[in-house]
Structures are given as structure tokens and as C-alpha cells.
């Protein structure tokens, strides 16, 4: 026993010398610190979990693991100022799909089974889904099956449950506040933010932290009432049928679960770069646009540049002109169109950069399509650098000022864009206060300001042939479409909603 003892007190002393004796401090660069330490990729994560956990129950878990992967899925745009049929021909020898075939297949397969549903059913029946299920032949099941391509009865039963739900779908319908469709999230009132701010959005999804230091205080939830006064203001939403693809529009991705890396570029005859590989999500809001020949085209907040060079490629538009404020992402800009476009666009007077602050641009009628890709909280980015996050304690009033800045920034893009024109509004984020809820600010600012009568495009039914690649979070949204990260297809987020203006 005394044996024992003795150990016991030799232990102690050990670990007193070497850890705890009285006295003893570590650096900060000292191990122990610096896994104490939280980063400001913690920080976000937390943030997310805290926020979008609420908003996107039991599939947080699966976009918060698609998040967190290094790797995310691209998809290809081929460079129609180099070898377009090269480069075409190549791609597919990789196994790579074109989009737009994709998507037609998948179309005449949801055509067949919707007529197949009225034929039998009427456009009415609550019971169709499960007819359908039961009568659909199983050789018709077979060639699906046979084409790769999942079921679409699960797609065509949540098509039709929407359908349902909006028979008086032309009938303006009353807004609702972002409080009556997501009110199980609890608003922590300790939070406080510098009133300066003039903050006007809700305050139903912004967990944030104290900001010390100031002298004057008011409750964060003070701030995000807007939508409270916004109850008897009505949008009219429309059902848009089909997404357009552009006829020299060629875009190339891998199918579900499929993280085939697409090589790098090499440059073609033409001294330019074969493909432009961006986030697979990234191709939507550009489709929503539906360019036409003859187009003027506007991009607010272009860079890096990727969706104007998209915008391009579909060879469709008169004039394109991507703008930003800030000279370094100027840059970038013209960076990605040296290198995909070297000045040939210039010389055929296609394309055109600009640095002006998007809230300012005064233009009206100019243009008949603008692109509205606003900055936001970049989720995937955050969680995967300390670099520029905005997520660091010195950019907290940049961040609670984001929804702001982003509602004047659409706002004025509704006033700017011809009567019978396209505004089509993007993020990469999951908040719906930085999607929906700024599309709501703005619509109804662009109604008191400037008289703008807007209409809202539901895209769901555009969108269903595409389920088959992309997943779209289903969160109640009133305006917008959202493209979630996966385990299966991760790529995204990518927000976007799809305004046409009639006055």
C-alpha cells in the first residue's frame, strides 16, 4: 500500500510540473491554445447550425456533410469562340450529359405521365398519385430504368400536390410574413445590434452575437419588422411550364452521384480556353433568364464573371454588360473573359464591362434582362477558408447589413428593366431571409417608389424534368427556388427567383 501511494504521489507531481504547477501560462501558439481556439469557419458553422437547422430540419444533416466536402460538382460550359464540336465530342468521350438533353428526355417523360394522370384522373382528383403508381406499366418503368434515370412518380407526386395547392394560381395572392411560415424558430432577445444600422428586414432567422463596445443598445428583433407592415401587399405568381435552353447553349455535367473531375481546360485553335467549369447551380438562374436574339443584358454584380461568360455562349444577346463596384473584382472579370473570349466580343461590340454601385445604376428601359447575383453570405465559401469570411467579428455589421443592401440592390433592377423584361435574382446562400425575404422587400419597394407591377414566375413544373440532378430544398418558399447540397449532387446552394415586370 505504501508502495502504491508513492506512485500516486510521484504522478502527481509529474503531471503538476510538466502541465498545472501554479504560475505556468502557454502561448498563443502553444498547442493547447490553439485547439481551444474557435476559427471563423467554427463560427459560420455554428451560425448554421443554429440557424439553418430550424429552416431545414431532417435534411440539414445531409447539406450540412455536402457543405463541409472539400469537393463540390461542377458542370462544364462549352466556349463556343474556340472549337465548339471538339470540345463537345471530347466531353461526351468522358461520359459527361448534356443538359439540355437531359432535360428534354426528362421532359417527354414527365409530358407522358401527365397525360397520361388527366386522361384517366382529371387535373383534380387527390387520389391521382397513387392511381398513377399502380397503373404505370412496368415496361414504361423498365426504360426509364434503363435510361439511368430515377423514378419520376415521387417528382410527379410532388408536382401535382403543388398543383393542387394552386388551382387559383393566376389570382394574386396575399403575402405572408416569413413569421407564419417558419414560426417554430425562437428568437434569442439578448442579441443586440447597433441601431445605426436602420436595419428593415425580419428578425425571425438572424442569430448573431453581441456587438460590444457600443454605446447605444436595442434588441436585434427590432430591427426585423418590416415584413409585419408588407400583410396587404399583393404579388401575382404565374406557372412557367418550361426552362429554355438556348440552341448553342452547350452544357455538360455527370449524373447523380457521379464525381467524375472534369480535366483542366487546355486552349483551342482560337488561343482561348475550351470550358468554363462552374458550381452545377450556377447554370440555373442564367436559364431563367431566357435570353432571346436581340437581347440587352445586364448582369449588376457580375464578377468572377462566370454567368455573363454564360450569358455569351448562348450567342444570343445584342449586348451584355457585366458590372461591379469593386476594382479587384473588375479584375476578376476581365480576368475570365481574356481568357475565354480574348477580345472578340469587343470587336463585334457584344460586351462590356462597367464599375458602378448597383444600387445606382439609372438606366430605365435600357435593358430588357438583368441578372441580380447579388453578394451574400457565400455558405459553401465560409466553411472552407478564413480568407475574406465574413463571418469575422470585424465584418458582423457587414453581415447584418447584407439583406439591406441586397433588397435596394433588386429594387432598383425592377425599376431599371423594360416593361415586359426579365429580372432574375440570385444567391449562393440557405438563409430565407437573404432569398424570399429580400425578393418580398423589394417588390414592394419597386411598387411604392416607382409603380413597378411585377409578376412572379413559379418555375416547379419547369424545374421537375431536372430532379433527376438537382435537389430542390422544399421549405415553403413563395417566389424562389433553391438548389441544396447533397450527398448525391453537391453542388450549390443557388437561390433564384424569376420576376417579369408588366408595368
Given at each position: 500500500?505504501?508502495?502504491?501511494?508513492?506512485?500516486?504521489?510521484?504522478?502527481?507531481?509529474?503531471?503538476?510540473?510538466?502541465?498545472?504547477?501554479?504560475?505556468?501560462?502557454?502561448?498563443?501558439?502553444?498547442?493547447?491554445?490553439?485547439?481551444?481556439?474557435?476559427?471563423?469557419?467554427?463560427?459560420?458553422?455554428?451560425?448554421?447550425?443554429?440557424?439553418?437547422?430550424?429552416?431545414?430540419?431532417?435534411?440539414?444533416?445531409?447539406?450540412?456533410?455536402?457543405?463541409?466536402?472539400?469537393?463540390?460538382?461542377?458542370?462544364?460550359?462549352?466556349?463556343?469562340?474556340?472549337?465548339?464540336?471538339?470540345?463537345?465530342?471530347?466531353?461526351?468521350?468522358?461520359?459527361?450529359?448534356?443538359?439540355?438533353?437531359?432535360?428534354?428526355?426528362?421532359?417527354?417523360?414527365?409530358?407522358?405521365?401527365?397525360?397520361?394522370?388527366?386522361?384517366?384522373?382529371?387535373?383534380?382528383?387527390?387520389?391521382?398519385?397513387?392511381?398513377?403508381?399502380?397503373?404505370?406499366?412496368?415496361?414504361?418503368?423498365?426504360?426509364?430504368?434503363?435510361?439511368?434515370?430515377?423514378?419520376?412518380?415521387?417528382?410527379?407526386?410532388?408536382?401535382?400536390?403543388?398543383?393542387?395547392?394552386?388551382?387559383?394560381?393566376?389570382?394574386?395572392?396575399?403575402?405572408?410574413?416569413?413569421?407564419?411560415?417558419?414560426?417554430?424558430?425562437?428568437?434569442?432577445?439578448?442579441?443586440?445590434?447597433?441601431?445605426?444600422?436602420?436595419?428593415?428586414?425580419?428578425?425571425?432567422?438572424?442569430?448573431?452575437?453581441?456587438?460590444?463596445?457600443?454605446?447605444?443598445?436595442?434588441?436585434?428583433?427590432?430591427?426585423?419588422?418590416?415584413?409585419?407592415?408588407?400583410?396587404?401587399?399583393?404579388?401575382?405568381?404565374?406557372?412557367?411550364?418550361?426552362?429554355?435552353?438556348?440552341?448553342?447553349?452547350?452544357?455538360?455535367?455527370?449524373?447523380?452521384?457521379?464525381?467524375?473531375?472534369?480535366?483542366?481546360?487546355?486552349?483551342?485553335?482560337?488561343?482561348?480556353?475550351?470550358?468554363?467549369l462552374f458550381d452545377g447551380g450556377s447554370i440555373l438562374p442564367v436559364l431563367a433568364l431566357d435570353i432571346q436574339l436581340g437581347d440587352i443584358v445586364l448582369?449588376?454584380?457580375?464578377?468572377?464573371?462566370?454567368?455573363?461568360?454564360?450569358?455569351?455562349?448562348?450567342?444570343?444577346?445584342?449586348?451584355?454588360?457585366?458590372?461591379?463596384?469593386?476594382?479587384?473584382?473588375?479584375?476578376?472579370?476581365?480576368?475570365?473573359?481574356?481568357?475565354?473570349?480574348?477580345?472578340?466580343?469587343?470587336?463585334?461590340?457584344?460586351?462590356?464591362?462597367t464599375q458602378q454601385d448597383a444600387r445606382t445604376i439609372n438606366e430605365n428601359g435600357r435593358y430588357n434582362k438583368i441578372l441580380v447575383d447579388v453578394p451574400?453570405?457565400?455558405?459553401?465559401?465560409?466553411?472552407?477558408?478564413?480568407?475574406?469570411?465574413?463571418?469575422?467579428?470585424?465584418?458582423?455589421?457587414?453581415?447584418?447589413?447584407?439583406?439591406?443592401?441586397?433588397?435596394?440592390?433588386?429594387?432598383?433592377?425592377?425599376?431599371?428593366?423594360?416593361?415586359?423584361?426579365?429580372?432574375?435574382?440570385?444567391?449562393?446562400?440557405?438563409?430565407?431571409?437573404?432569398?424570399?425575404?429580400?425578393?418580398?422587400?423589394?417588390?414592394?419597394?419597386?411598387?411604392?417608389?416607382?409603380?413597378?407591377?411585377?409578376?412572379?414566375?413559379?418555375?416547379?413544373?419547369?424545374?421537375?424534368?431536372?430532379?433527376?440532378?438537382?435537389?430542390?430544398?422544399?421549405?415553403?418558399?413563395?417566389?424562389?427556388?433553391?438548389?441544396?447540397?447533397?450527398?448525391?449532387?453537391?453542388?450549390?446552394?443557388?437561390?433564384?427567383?424569376?420576376?417579369?415586370?408588366?408595368?
Open positions: 500500500m505504501a508502495l502504491l501511494l508513492d506512485k500516486l504521489r510521484l504522478k502527481k507531481i509529474v503531471k503538476l510540473s510538466v502541465r498545472y504547477v501554479a504560475g505556468s501560462t502557454h502561448g498563443k501558439d502553444h498547442w493547447s491554445v490553439i485547439r481551444k481556439k474557435k476559427t471563423t469557419k467554427d463560427k459560420a458553422l455554428e451560425y448554421f447550425d443554429d440557424f439553418y437547422a430550424n429552416v431545414y430540419k431532417n435534411n440539414w444533416k445531409d447539406i450540412r456533410t455536402a457543405l463541409l466536402k472539400k469537393e463540390s460538382k461542377y458542370l462544364a460550359v462549352v466556349n463556343n469562340f474556340s472549337d465548339t464540336e471538339k470540345i463537345r465530342s471530347n466531353l461526351e468521350l468522358l461520359g459527361a450529359l448534356n443538359l439540355r438533353s437531359v432535360y428534354n428526355v426528362q421532359k417527354k417523360n414527365v409530358d407522358f405521365f401527365k397525360s397520361k394522370r388527366e386522361a384517366k384522373y382529371g387535373k383534380s382528383d387527390d387520389d391521382i398519385q397513387n392511381s398513377i403508381e399502380t397503373e404505370t406499366s412496368l415496361d414504361r418503368m423498365s426504360e426509364l430504368q434503363a435510361a439511368n434515370y430515377p423514378n419520376l412518380l415521387e417528382a410527379e407526386t410532388d408536382s401535382d400536390k403543388t398543383d393542387s395547392d394552386k388551382k387559383n394560381e393566376n389570382i394574386p395572392i396575399k403575402l405572408q410574413s416569413i413569421d407564419a411560415s417558419l414560426n417554430d424558430i425562437n428568437i434569442d432577445n439578448t442579441r443586440i445590434v447597433d441601431s445605426s444600422l436602420n436595419l428593415s428586414m425580419l428578425h425571425e432567422y438572424v442569430p448573431t452575437s453581441k456587438l460590444k463596445g457600443l454605446d447605444d443598445w436595442v434588441l436585434e428583433s427590432d430591427h426585423y419588422k418590416f415584413y409585419t407592415k408588407a400583410d396587404d401587399f399583393k404579388v401575382s405568381v404565374e406557372n412557367e411550364h418550361v426552362l429554355p435552353f438556348p440552341e448553342h447553349l452547350h452544357v455538360y455535367t455527370f449524373e447523380r452521384d457521379n464525381y467524375t473531375r472534369f480535366p483542366n481546360p487546355k486552349k483551342g485553335s482560337t488561343g482561348v480556353l475550351d470550358y468554363y448582369d449588376m454584380c457580375a464578377a468572377p464573371g462566370g454567368k455573363a461568360l454564360t450569358i455569351l455562349q448562348t450567342l444570343m444577346p445584342r449586348l451584355v454588360i457585366a458590372n461591379d463596384v469593386i476594382e479587384s473584382r473588375i479584375k476578376r472579370i476581365k480576368n475570365v473573359m481574356n481568357q475565354f473570349v480574348s477580345n472578340i466580343c469587343e470587336k463585334e461590340n457584344m460586351f462590356l464591362i451574400c453570405t457565400t455558405d459553401r465559401h465560409n466553411l472552407h477558408t478564413d480568407e475574406n469570411n465574413i463571418f469575422k467579428q470585424s465584418r458582423v455589421k457587414e453581415r447584418l447589413k447584407l439583406p439591406e443592401i441586397q433588397s435596394e440592390i433588386l429594387a432598383n433592377a425592377l425599376k431599371l428593366v423594360s416593361v415586359g423584361g426579365t429580372v432574375v435574382y440570385s444567391t449562393c446562400s440557405l438563409s430565407p431571409i437573404q432569398n424570399d425575404g429580400v425578393v418580398q422587400v423589394a417588390l414592394k419597394k419597386a411598387w411604392q417608389e416607382n409603380n413597378c407591377v411585377m409578376v412572379v414566375k413559379d418555375m416547379t413544373e419547369a424545374l421537375l424534368p431536372l430532379r433527376c440532378i438537382y435537389d430542390f430544398g422544399r421549405i415553403g418558399l413563395k417566389y424562389g427556388h433553391i438548389v441544396i447540397p447533397t450527398c448525391h449532387n453537391n453542388w450549390g446552394p443557388m437561390y433564384f427567383c424569376k420576376i417579369v415586370k408588366v408595368q
